[in-house]
């Protein structure tokens, strides 16, 4: 079983920044993609931004020059570092772990259980 615990949500003015960091635990042999998604009110689930274990990044055009993910892997841990943040950037944020288990070798897509963002005017 493994578990992701995100943190560092929560209400900030236009223009402000917040971190969110998120870490896996449990049975885990090797985590390959981690990302961030948001789901905001009446809306899907979208990709705000993901890193490859050697550290390959993706982002979305809306968040490109203003949000940087970051892992550090010997702590199974990806951050979200979000700049200039806008009203629309508000939702839930859930991070996402591709996660090879042990010691079963089968690859597996774990969720956090989301942490609220909530940017003011």
């Known amino acids: 079983q493994v578990q992701l615990v995100e943190s560092g949500g929560g209400l900030v003015q236009a223009g402000g920044s917040l971190k969110l960091s998120c870490t896996a635990s449990?049975?885990?042999?090797?985590?390959?993609?981690m990302g961030w998604y948001r789901q905001a009110p009446g809306k899907q689930r979208e990709l705000v931004a993901s890193i490859t274990r050697g550290g390959s990044t993706n982002y979305a055009d809306s968040v490109r020059g203003r949000f940087t993910i970051s892992r550090e892997n010997a702590k199974n841990t990806v951050y979200l570092q979000m700049n200039s943040l806008k009203r629309e950037d508000t939702a839930v944020y859930y991070c996402n772990a591709e996660v090879v288990t042990t010691p079963v070798f089968i690859t597996y897509d774990y969720w956090g259980q989301g942490t609220q963002v909530t940017v003011s005017s």
């Open positions: 449990g049975s885990i042999f090797r985590i390959n993609v």
